[in-house]
């Protein structure tokens, strides 16, 4: 006759629920940020309230209201919501599909989501998903834009592989003005879900 298996103690099974509801915590987790990662991207489609805001916005500083009887300077601040740049970025552009801004503080971390050309190697006709992180600051009046990491398919690059562009002010290389800096804005600023520009004088 075989003998019945001794009865779990009762020790060992309230040591085994903590352990059972960590790993299922940790694996909810992990399942979670995968999802996160990988979530597709949804281009942002303004409403027409939306769209009539952000116009009002730019047409405010590109004229005076002409309701004033004397001369009066338009707006020198542009306040965007990071709907509203996604958004404009649908509206103007093919990528509203593929690119999606998120602001943060002092920051702008972006997310990108297309397929490859069939035609490369290794990699042809594959999902790239890849985000990137770009510190936003002014110093001496020049707003200042730096790349500081590239991660695709969850690898984050080194910067050789990038041609040290890590830690570069990317607008002084691409858009900056003869004396350094992005010619006419005085400060670009990033808060939590705004993106603040001001114009120089």
Not at 115 to 121: A, Q, S
Request: hydrophobic share 40%.
């Amino acid at each position: 006759m075989t003998e019945a298996p001794p009865p779990v103690s009762a020790k060992r099974r309230s040591c085994l629920v903590p352990a059972l509801i960590t790993v299922i915590v940790i694996l909810t987790v992990i399942l979670g940020v995968y999802w996160w990662h990988n979530r597709p991207i949804k281009p942002v489609q303004l409403s027409v309230q939306e769209k009539a805001a952000v116009e009002a916005k730019l047409e405010a500083v590109q004229t005076p209201t002409p309701a004033q009887p004397t001369y009066q300077k338009g707006a020198k601040e542009i306040i965007l919501t990071e709907r509203e740049l996604n958004g404009l970025l649908n509206e103007n552009t093919t990528l509203g599909e593929k690119l999606k801004f998120e602001l943060v503080e002092g920051a702008v971390h972006a997310r990108i989501e297309t397929d490859l050309d069939k035609d490369l190697p290794l990699v042809g006709g594959k999902r790239l998903k890849a985000h990137a992180r770009f510190f936003v600051s002014t110093e001496f009046d020049r707003p200042r834009l730096v790349l500081d990491d590239l991660t695709i398919w969850g690898i984050s690059l080194p910067n050789d592989w990038l041609g040290g562009l890590k830690g570069q002010d990317l607008l002084d290389q691409t858009v900056g003005s003869q004396g350094g800096g992005l010619a006419g804005v005085k400060e670009i600023k990033v808060e939590p879900g705004h993106l603040v520009i001001r114009l120089a004088d």
